[in-house]
């Protein structure tokens, strides 16, 4: 397939718009089966933003239950990396948002993910690996939220302990 060779060269590379028409194309022009698989190639190469679009349309045309909440899932957990996903620098407020985003997107993953679980097919792994990697995103926010605190400096902090408590 010509888009999994495109998602692997441009791992490293900035995306090009020409690239986005012919990946769209591409998967306009191919089966349902073909789709799915063409968006897992793009959550594995980190193109979370193709992989939004590919499971939304998949969604769309999915005729199980079973299977629609399976695709929300996995829209969910694109959705949840993309807003992790940053080039840029960004501020501390910027960054607890984008970890908060991800941590709603990856409950609503599990909500999917335990919605499209059946007796014959149960989905254990995939709920609890997506709950620890929302669980992981809570600390990292804890630990953002916490080196966010404005404090006293740690100098002034013991000056002013030391002038207080005279030996």
């Keep these: 397939m010509v888009c999994t060779l495109l998602f692997q060269t ?9 690239q986005d028409g012919s990946i769209m194309n591409a998967i306009d022009s191919v089966d349902f089966w073909s789709s799915y ?6 959550t594995r190469y980190g193109h979370h933003q193709f992989a939004i679009r590919i499971f939304l349309l998949s969604v769309i045309e999915s005729v199980l239950n079973i299977l629609y909440f399976w695709l ?12 992790l996903i940053s080039k840029t620098a960004k501020s ?6 984008s970890i908060s985003q991800a941590i709603t997107h990856y409950m609503k993953a599990i909500s999917a ?7 014959q097919h149960s989905l ?3 709920c609890e690996y997506a709950r620890l990697r929302s669980e992981v995103l809570g600390a990292h926010l804890q630990l953002q939220l916490a080196c966010s605190c404005k ?9 002013s302990c030391s002038c207080s408590n005279p030996r």
């Design 10 to 18: 441009s791992v490293d590379k900035p995306w090009l718009l020409q």
């Design 37 to 42: 698989k063409i968006g897992r190639q793009a």
């Design 72 to 83: 929300v899932s996995l829209n969910e957990i694109s959705q949840a990396e993309n807003c």
């Design 92 to 97: 501390n407020q910027e960054i607890i948002e």
């Design 113 to 119: 993910l335990k919605a499209s679980t059946i007796p």
């Design 124 to 126: 254990i792994f995939q």
């Design 151 to 159: 404090n006293f400096p740690a100098t002034s902090y013991s000056s």
